[in-house]
């Protein structure tokens, strides 16, 4: 069973606010889910290699050179506050 | 017209019977007038693409057209498109209007097809019967009170509606496989690796993968031969010289073993889609083809093996979604903290919530080893059961879903219920292999049924064979939802 304690703190950390009623259908679903899926344990994977990606690529080189234009302007357009190419947040640092 | 397929309608656009604006036209229309109800597409847009209609008119009149110049197709609407919104179904993304083309609507574009508009889906593609998006359920075009699957379900809508022939999807769990057989029409997931993922919003990248939605094993063949190969920009892209899928269409498949996993018309599937299948399978025997029976011991852990790694992919994935860079912002934070969780709280439905606390939960301290590498563990074993089963076949078929389209709304959903409509497509994105779902029967109240194909890596071409034999000898392919008039 997830406490409301770890519920919390998993809020915390995937960056979510607890809903406004304390969370608590949001635990029981959570609770529902992580109980069904703690059936993994039942199977053997003694000596099993943990299988990440299909195929097990390896990742490929590429040469190390700029291959993008300078698109700051257009992504930035979608941006919902920009000031002289710069994101703006809330104040960070007093 | 609109009943016709792409294969067809290259044809009557190739010999000048029909122009693409006239057909770009009728679709459109057949939009105008169909898709209030079904909500399957949640942008149209009528002028760009009469505009891309005429340029393929050009191009057929200079005689340089390829097999799908000026046929309209949508997209799902994870696919980036230049000037066009990407909503992912999703608040925090309403608004977005992407800066660029994701590689396949760059390679549909320069086949010449027509892009007609951006399909309705389950928000971030998490869902299977798409009722999880910002912009409302869509509606299954067999019975309006039924959903469509999902997470492509307004893709498979609009094909099955005939409101475009063709449209992409992508399927992580059976997104593509799932909607295209509760809405009576084709849908191919192709090989992890096979067709790029750049520019589609990312939801578990061990296991996205693009594919598309038509009305023949040919069509999905024109439409994956034009969408598929090598794009560096993608780091999971598989370099492999191009393919033409439809090469194996006429190869004749008597002699060809068919394995039936045991575990795939047991308990788990109800008698109306069982039986269905076992028809499907006795045309195919019928063609020459022999049944033999396989075992996937392992399959009864994949759907939580699935709940687990696709979480946390997604839990990582989606932290890119924080009010700053682009979607959704939330007023008023005063501080930096607060600008995260409040954007993120408003900006993501539920279900993504909860998908993002399980990863959140078992990528953490002290739950990685227990969760995540023993899921990854049983990902192994799942992915082996396919490698001993392919020693004794050549494909493997079966049920794509367990039962015929549900109704909306279920009463009494749990998260579990509903993921498990999955069953068995999500072993097929485990191993990452490419599966095709085809109608092949009519179960419970005259909905359709799917019949799932799964090959060995990159035996799409012979999938979309065996397929294509089948549709040959049968007309479920051809067969129509009730129209109002």
Redesign the interface.
């Known amino acids: 069973m997830l406490s409301t304690e770890e519920l919390r703190r998993l809020c915390e950390l995937a960056r979510i606010d607890l809903p406004a009623d304390g969370g608590a259908a949001l635990q029981h679903d959570l609770d529902r889910v992580l109980g069904w899926v703690a059936q993994l344990a039942e199977a053997d994977t003694e000596g099993v290699t943990p299988l990440t990606h299909p195929g097990d690529p390896t990742l490929r080189l590429r040469e190390d050179r700029v291959t993008e234009p300078d698109e700051h302007e257009a992504f930035q357009r979608t941006a919902p506050a920009v000031e002289d190419g710069l994101y703006l947040v809330p104040k960070v640092i007093e | 017209m609109h009943a016709l397929s792409v294969a067809e309608l290259s044809v009557a656009l190739r010999e000048r019977r029909v122009s693409s604006e006239e057909l770009t036209r009728l679709f459109l229309s057949r939009i105008a007038r169909l898709n209030g109800r079904l909500n399957a597409l949640v942008t149209v847009d009528e002028e760009r693409a009469l505009a891309s209609a005429r340029a393929a008119d050009r191009r057929l009149a200079r005689r340089e057209a390829g097999p799908l110049t000026g046929i309209p197709i949508a997209h799902k609407d994870l696919f980036c498109a230049r000037g066009w919104r990407t909503t992912c179904g999703s608040r925090m993304l309403a608004d977005?209007?992407a800066?660029?083309d994701a590689h396949i609507v760059e390679r549909l574009e320069a086949a010449g097809t027509v892009h007609v508009g951006k399909a309705n889906m389950d928000e971030f593609a998490m869902g299977s019967s798409n009722e999880n998006s910002y912009f409302g359920p869509v509606r299954n075009p067999w019975d309006a009170a039924r959903v469509p699957g999902g997470s492509s379900g307004g893709s498979a809508a609009a094909v099955a509606a005939r409101l475009v022939p063709a449209a992409t999807g992508s399927d992580t769990g059976g997104s593509i496989r799932q909607p295209a057989a509760l809405t009576g029409i084709c849908g191919i997931k192709p090989?992890?690796?096979a067709v790029s993922r750049y520019g589609m919003v990312a939801y578990a990248s061990?296991l996205d993968q693009a594919g598309v939605f038509a009305h023949s094993a040919e069509d999905l063949a024109l439409l994956l031969t034009a969408m598929a190969g090598f794009d560096?920009r993608d780091?999971?892209s598989?370099?492999r010289a191009p393919e033409d899928y439809g090469r194996a269409l006429n190869a004749p498949i008597a002699g060809l073993r068919i394995g039936v996993p045991r575990q795939y018309l047991g308990d788990g599937v109800s008698p109306d889609v069982a039986r269905a299948v076992r028809g499907a399978l006795d045309t195919l025997t019928g063609l020459g083809a022999r049944v033999v029976e396989v075992s996937l011991p392992?399959q009864r852990?994949a759907v939580?093996?699935y709940?687990?790694i696709a979480p946390a992919e997604a839990?990582s994935n989606l932290?890119r979604f924080?009010?700053?860079?682009?979607?959704?912002?939330a007023e008023g934070?005063?501080?930096?903290?607060?600008?995260?969780?409040?954007s993120?709280?408003e900006g993501?439905g539920p279900e993504v919530?909860?998908r993002?606390?399980?990863g959140?939960?078992?990528l953490?301290h002290g739950y990685y080893d227990?969760?995540y590498?023993?899921?990854?563990?049983?990902?192994?074993?799942v992915?082996d059961d396919f490698a001993r089963a392919f020693e004794q076949c050549d494909v493997i078929a079966g049920p794509t879903t367990p039962t015929v389209a549900f109704p909306i709304g279920r009463p009494g959903t749990?998260?579990?219920q509903m993921?498990l409509e999955d069953l068995f497509t999500i072993p097929v994105n485990?191993?990452?292999?490419p599966g095709v779902s085809i109608p092949c029967g009519a179960g419970e109240a005259g909905l359709p049924v799917g019949l799932q194909l799964i090959g060995r890596?990159w035996d799409e071409a012979k999938l979309l064979g065996v397929a294509h034999a089948y549709q040959q000898s049968t007309d479920w392919h051809r067969r129509a939802p009730p129209e109002e008039p």
């Open positions: 977005f209007v800066p660029y090989t992890y690796g061990s560096p780091a999971t598989v370099e392992n852990l939580p093996a709940y687990v839990s932290s924080d009010g700053v860079r682009y979607g959704h912002r934070a005063a501080d930096l903290a607060s600008l995260y969780r409040r993120r709280s993501l919530q909860r993002i606390l399980i959140t939960y078992v953490s227990a969760y590498r023993q899921a990854q563990k049983v990902r192994r074993l992915a749990d998260p579990v993921y485990l191993a990452g292999l890596a």
